[in-house]
């Protein structure tokens, strides 16, 4: 069982991870992104396995700030992702439409 002060710090590891998560979509490095994705789903795995109680006082300022502060990240990186996720998605479908008239006039 974790104590207050070191989910805190859990949360403020976390905001670490998004601010590395933000500059890897900033820098278009989108292996990277995948990488940190995966150390924060296994912070918030181990906030769910400790059962990530309420905090008062400090501690629940620290994740507050922390929550803010993730929050804001992951919107950046929204908007830096969703216009290559649009791109990505319209080269896909593309490729459909090729294999599909391909395949139907045996090209």
């Not at 439409?97 to 395949?103: D, K, L, N």
């Amino acid at each position: 069982m974790m104590t207050n002060a070191e989910i805190a710090s859990l949360y403020e590891a976390m905001v670490g991870i998004t601010d590395d998560m933000l500059a890897a979509a900033t820098a278009n490095d989108w292996d990277r992104l995948v990488q940190l994705e995966h150390q924060c789903a296994a912070c918030v795995r181990q906030l769910k396995d400790n059962g990530d109680s309420p905090l008062a006082g400090q501690e629940r300022v620290r994740k507050a700030n922390a929550i803010r502060k993730m929050l804001d990240s992951d919107r950046k990186i929204r908007d830096l992702t969703q216009p290559w996720m649009a791109k990505l998605q319209a080269m896909i479908s593309n490729k459909t439409v090729e294999r599909r008239v391909a395949r139907a006039y045996g090209v």
